[in-house]
């Protein structure tokens, strides 16, 4: 499976992207996918997770209410709206599949993305 997350860029605190993920390769329906970010200097940690079929999610306490993840089998993409944006949020965003459990552990994930930037100015 090879991903390619995109949608990042910089916007003004408050604002709201769209970020995408895009698989190939083969279907990721049997898959559960996650976001993770990477903030410069930090280690890469959860943002959220949904379960192949969709019916489930996961979300870091610090994004809910604010993020929401989705996915579109028919179209093998996964999407994380970001809204209300935070400084704090800034950070490359990558995206992961998995083929075990839905999970927020950057270990049970087996596939990756290159990360989308994303840059939330004050």
């Known amino acids: 499976v090879q991903l390619q997350a995109s949608g990042g860029g910089l916007v003004q605190a408050g604002g709201s992207l769209r970020l995408s993920c895009a698989a190939s390769?083969?279907?990721?329906?049997?898959?559960?996918m996650g976001w993770f970010r990477q903030a410069p200097g930090k280690e890469r940690e959860f943002v959220a997770a949904?379960?192949?079929?969709?019916?489930?999610?996961y979300y870091a306490d610090s994004v809910k209410g604010r993020f929401t993840i989705s996915r579109d089998n028919a179209k093998n993409t996964v999407y994380l709206q970001t809204n209300s944006l935070k400084p704090e949020d800034t950070a490359v965003f990558y995206c992961a599949a998995s083929w075990r459990v839905l999970s927020t552990s950057l270990n049970r994930y087996d596939y990756w993305g290159q990360g989308t930037l994303v840059t939330v100015s004050s």
């Open positions: 949904i379960s192949g079929s969709g019916g489930s999610t």
């Open positions: 390769g083969r279907t990721i329906s049997s898959f559960a």
